[in-house]
C-alpha cells in the first residue's frame, strides 16, 4: 500500500481567507512522496488576510468555487461554516464530521462546548496536544485526553496544558466558559 496519505475521503475541502496562504505554504513545502493534496472545493472569506495573487491561483482552478463573505457582524470561520452548510444541501452531501486545522496565531477562540474529531493515526502515534487560555482565566472540562481537566482553572503564570495527549477515545470534548486555544500536533497524520 502507498504511504502517502491522499485527502481524497474529505467530501468537502474548504479553506477560509487568510488560512489558504498557510495552506498554501504547507503544500508547496511538503514532500510529494507523503502527502497527494486535492484543491480545495471552497475558498472563503472577507479577503482581508489572503495575499491578491493566492487569490487570484484559486480563482484560475473553474473548479473551485471562490465566495466573498464581507459581513463584520460574524468571523470568517463563522461564515465559512454557514457557505460549507449551503455547499453540501446543494450537492447533496451527508456530512458527519467536520475537521478544522487552524495555524499558530489564527483565531479558535470563542467559548462554549466543542467536540475534536481525532484521526486514529494520531490516536494511535500518541501525538501532541494542548489547551492554552487566551486573555482572561477560564474554567476547563475535557474528556479523551490522557490528563482531562475537570471544571479547572486555567490562566497563563497558574495552569495551561500544553503537553497533553489522547486517551485513544475518537474524539475529546472541551467545555470552557472563555476564549481556548486547542492546539495539536498533526505529524502522525501525514508520515505515515
Known amino acids: 500500500m502507498d504511504s502517502a496519505i491522499t485527502f481524497s475521503p474529505c467530501k468537502i475541502r474548504l479553506l477560509v481567507d ?20 486535492l484543491p480545495p472545493h471552497l475558498v472563503t472569506g472577507d479577503f482581508d488576510s489572503i495575499k491578491p495573487e493566492t487569490l487570484e491561483k ?30 453540501q444541501l446543494q450537492n447533496n452531501i451527508k456530512i458527519e464530521n467536520i475537521y478544522v486545522l487552524t495555524t499558530i496565531g489564527e483565531r479558535m477562540d470563542h467559548a462554549g462546548t466543542y467536540i475534536v474529531n481525532i484521526p486514529q493515526s ?39 496544558s500544553t503537553s497533553n495527549t489522547y486517551d485513544g477515545s ?14 495539536m500536533g ?4 501525514c508520515d505515515r
Open 58 to 87: 484559486f480563482k484560475q482552478n473553474k473548479a473551485i468555487q471562490i465566495i466573498h463573505t464581507p459581513d463584520q457582524n460574524y468571523t470568517d470561520f463563522t461564515k465559512a461554516l454557514v457557505e460549507f452548510n449551503k455547499y
Open 18 to 37: 487568510g488560512g489558504a496562504e498557510s495552506w498554501v505554504s504547507w503544500v508547496e513545502s511538503s514532500s510529494q512522496e507523503k502527502c497527494h493534496l
Open 186 to 189: 498533526i505529524k502522525g497524520f
Open 122 to 160: 494520531l490516536r494511535n502515534s500518541k501525538e501532541w496536544c494542548g489547551l492554552i487560555p487566551i486573555g482572561s482565566p477560564g474554567i476547563v472540562t475535557t474528556s479523551g485526553l490522557k490528563w482531562n481537566l475537570n471544571n479547572t482553572k486555567m490562566e497563563f503564570g497558574l495552569l495551561v
Open 170 to 183: 475518537p474524539e475529546v470534548k472541551i467545555e470552557t466558559n472563555s476564549s481556548i486555544l486547542w492546539t
